[in-house]
Every structure is written in structure tokens, then in C-alpha cells.
Nanobody
């Protein structure tokens, strides 16, 4: 497993922007698939976005066109740029890494083997 440390959460008004960062340990970050998930109070953890090791990205329909996932392999960091935020985006956001060759689906939480501690994002109306 690798260590993942998220940062960048906070309180923002609707329509605003935030950028989350997730710094990973390990010397083979460029081989990891990375994902962002979120969990709102009383709800299940849900997929937000992912980046394959080759940089292919995928998004949940609810954030498509507003959020952008990117990665800087030289810095072992993945980002989530969130624009046009809505109150329904309020949640704890988690960074996740898939570091093995186990098959699965990028949008399923159990495909990932390492998780960060989460960072709170609150969007006020």
C-alpha cells in the first residue's frame, strides 16, 4: 500500500472553485491508477473521477464538464480541479490508488487498494 495525503478542501460558495491535491508515497506513482471518490453524510461513497496510469480520465456524470482530474508524475501528485461547485457537491473527498494488476472497474471503490484520510468540501448556497 501507498500513503496518500489529500489537501485543498474547505468552504466555498456555490459557483466557486476548489482544487484538491493528493500526494502519494512510492517510487512507481506513474504506474498507479488514481481515483477520487466522495461521501456525503448518510450516503454511500461514490465515484467522482479517475486517471489511468497513462492519463486516461473518466468522470461521474454528475461532475462531467465541471471537474477535471490531472496528475503530475514528477511530483507524485494527483489533482481534482472543481469548478461551478454546487451544494450537492458537499462531501468528504477521498483520494485512492490502484497499485496492483488486479482486474476490476475504475468506478468501483473496491478496485483501489490505498486510500487517503479524506478532505472536507462544503459548498454553501
Amino acid at each position: 500500500q501507498v500513503q496518500l495525503i489529500e489537501s485543498g478542501g474547505g468552504l466555498v460558495q456555490a459557483g466557486g472553485s476548489l482544487r484538491l491535491s493528493c500526494a502519494a508515497s512510492g517510487r512507481t506513482f506513474n504506474t498507479y491508477a488514481m481515483g477520487w471518490f466522495r461521501q456525503a453524510p448518510g450516503k454511500e461513497r461514490e465515484f467522482v473521477a479517475s486517471s489511468s496510469s497513462r492519463g486516461r480520465t473518466n468522470y461521474a456524470d454528475s461532475v462531467k464538464g465541471r471537474f477535471t482530474i490531472s496528475r503530475d508524475n514528477a511530483k507524485n501528485t494527483v489533482y481534482l480541479q472543481m469548478n461551478s461547485l454546487k451544494p450537492e457537491d458537499t462531501a468528504v473527498y477521498y483520494c485512492a490508488a490502484h497499485t496492483t494488476f488486479r482486474s476490476g472497474y475504475y468506478y468501483k471503490a473496491d478496485w483501489y487498494d490505498s486510500w487517503g484520510q479524506g478532505t472536507q468540501v462544503t459548498v454553501s448556497s
